[in-house]
């Protein structure tokens, strides 16, 4: 295997021979013939979407960081990328996260919602509602949160470019902020329009399924930075093989971490808890931050995107931790991350290179035609002339070249009247009858029956 390859078996052990968690999720895609990384990264958005919104990413480079991500399954048509949706785990429904107006379950957030522009992401969490006034008098207008967390889903890439690509569009710089766990959504000169959710009051996760040839939009995207802040996941399956269906087959309980009391309602954001980063690993991060080992590539954020999804497996693994074990694990899971990106390049490089094969071919079928014709058609005027020269009026007549052009040849055709005269001298149509005054050469049709005969 090519040390390219994104289902190379050391990756494959690597990653899926990591715990009783990852073997699991790797015989579900077995039995369910679908990819194993595409299950892999639908539990790590679960486990990031059941992590309440105040437990963040410490500090380590600039200011704390969310668990919020987006992930890129990429793979061809049927190839089951779909399957993100399976679920693979049972989740306790103890987690409960509280609202302004009643409560948000895990079987609520885990349900994917598509949105249909970038202010739609602060609607998910908020909406503004009206409300008898303070006095009992009247109505104002009151933001309510309605979730805390939710699964921002688009079944094909080309939902995405779409709305992303309408004149005024927001969405890819929403999901940059909703990645960073910025402050979402907009003010405007209605107030009862201006929906607006804070800096690490919510959870979102982003997942895009998208066929490689449907991609190039998300690469674009690198000039913007939403391209530097995705995990891609191949929901190709190579090395396909039926292993049998499995009757006895059930889904794993997960046992998330103590993350303390509940999220508090809107404007007492509770506690702020951080994930336990190993010292190594900090070091790491901190050691490529001072050499700019990503900075200004497609890869700027990569450690902020391993430290997303390592925190994501220490949830699915009942931790709060992240060990150097599982940063290794990460990193793994990186490499594969790179080696399907540079695969979708690829295979779009290729496409691109047999469409410009193909309209090459095409020109040169197109020159080859026009040449043809360029050849052809003084042979097809001379036809139509030498029918014009014979009849009875024409014959006999005396012409110079420039009369012979203006009486029987369009101004578009100009340039093909030396070509046409000599077709008519060479098939005895016309013959030389010496200069006119002006010295130019002076020709004389002939009797009628006189030539080769090519029109008659």
């Known amino acids: 295997m090519s040390a390219g390859n994104p289902y190379a078996a050391d990756l494959m052990r690597t990653v899926f021979g990591y715990?009783?968690?990852?073997?699991?999720?790797?015989?579900?895609?077995?039995?369910?013939?679908?990819?194993?990384?595409?299950?892999?990264?639908?539990?790590?958005?679960?486990?990031?979407?059941?992590?309440?919104?105040?437990?963040?990413?410490?500090?380590?480079?600039?200011?704390?960081?969310?668990?919020?991500?987006?992930?890129?399954?990429?793979?061809?048509?049927?190839?089951?990328?779909?399957?993100?949706?399976?679920?693979?785990?049972?989740?306790?429904?103890?987690?409960?996260?509280?609202?302004?107006?009643?409560?948000?379950?895990?079987?609520?957030?885990?349900?994917?919602?598509?949105?249909?522009?970038?202010?739609?992401?602060?609607?998910?969490?908020?909406?503004?509602?009206?409300?008898?006034?303070?006095?009992?008098?009247?109505?104002?207008?009151?933001?309510?949160?309605?979730?805390?967390?939710?699964?921002?889903?688009?079944d094909e890439v080309d939902q995405l470019a779409a709305i992303g690509s309408r004149q005024g569009a927001t969405l890819t710089a929403e999901l940059r902020k909703g990645w960073s766990s910025a402050a979402v959504g907009t003010y405007t000169k209605v107030k009862v329009n201006q929906v607006?959710?804070?800096?690490?009051?919510?959870?979102?996760?982003?997942?895009?399924?998208?066929?490689?040839?449907?991609?190039?939009?998300?690469?674009?995207?690198?000039?913007?930075?939403?391209?530097?802040?995705?995990?891609?996941?191949?929901?190709?399956?190579?090395?396909?093989?039926?292993?049998?269906?499995?009757?006895?087959?059930?889904?794993?309980?997960?046992?998330?971490?103590?993350?303390?009391?509940?999220?508090?309602?809107?404007?007492?954001?509770?506690?702020?808890?951080?994930?336990?980063?190993?010292?190594?690993?900090?070091?790491?991060?901190?050691?490529?931050?001072?050499?700019?080992?990503?900075?200004?590539?497609?890869?700027?954020?990569?450690?902020?995107?391993?430290?997303?999804?390592?925190?994501?497996?220490?949830?699915?693994?009942?931790?709060t931790q992240i060990t150097a074990e599982t940063w290794t694990w990460a990193e793994s899971l990186m490499t594969h991350s790179t080696r399907v990106r540079a695969s979708v390049r690829a295979e779009l490089a290729k496409a691109e290179q047999e469409a410009s094969n193909q309209r090459a071919i095409s020109r040169t079928i197109a020159s080859v035609a026009s040449d043809s014709l360029r050849e052809t058609m003084p042979e097809t005027l001379a036809d139509r002339i030498t029918k014009r020269l014979r009849e009875p009026e024409n014959v006999g007549k005396a012409f110079t070249a420039n009369s012979l052009r203006k009486a029987f040849i369009r101004a578009t055709q100009a340039s093909l009247a030396p070509r046409v005269v000599e077709v008519l001298l060479e098939r005895g149509v016309i013959t030389e009858a010496g200069t006119s005054q002006r010295g130019t050469p002076v020709y004389r049709t002939g009797d009628i029956g006189d030539g080769d005969g090519a029109s008659s």
């Open 196 to 319: 607006t959710v804070p800096a690490h009051s919510y959870r979102l996760v982003t997942t895009v399924a998208a066929q490689p040839l449907r991609c190039a939009p998300l690469l674009a995207e690198e000039a913007g930075g939403t391209l530097q802040r995705m995990l891609w996941l191949s929901a190709d399956t190579p090395d396909l093989e039926d292993p049998g269906e499995d009757p006895d087959s059930k889904p794993l309980g997960v046992v998330l971490p103590d993350f303390g009391r509940g999220i508090a309602s809107p404007g007492d954001n509770g506690p702020v808890h951080y994930f336990d980063v190993a010292p190594e690993v900090r070091a790491e991060i901190r050691a490529d931050r001072i050499a700019g080992r990503w900075k200004g590539t497609e890869d700027a954020h990569r450690n902020l995107v391993k430290l997303k999804a390592a925190a994501a497996c220490a949830v699915l693994h009942g931790s």
């Open 19 to 154: 715990s009783k968690i990852t073997r699991h999720i790797a015989t579900e895609a077995r039995d369910r013939l679908v990819s194993e990384w595409t299950l892999l990264g639908a539990s790590l958005a679960r486990a990031a979407l059941a992590t309440p919104y105040n437990w963040r990413l410490p500090a380590i480079v600039q200011d704390d960081a969310s668990l919020n991500a987006i992930y890129v399954n990429a793979g061809a048509s049927g190839s089951g990328k779909g399957a993100n949706k399976a679920e693979i785990f049972t989740w306790p429904d103890t987690s409960v996260f509280e609202l302004g107006d009643g409560e948000q379950r895990l079987a609520d957030i885990f349900v994917p919602i598509t949105v249909a522009s970038g202010e739609g992401i602060a609607a998910l969490f908020t909406e503004n509602r009206s409300v008898p006034g303070i006095d009992g008098k009247g109505k104002i207008t009151v933001p309510v949160r309605i979730r805390q967390a939710a699964w921002i889903d688009f």
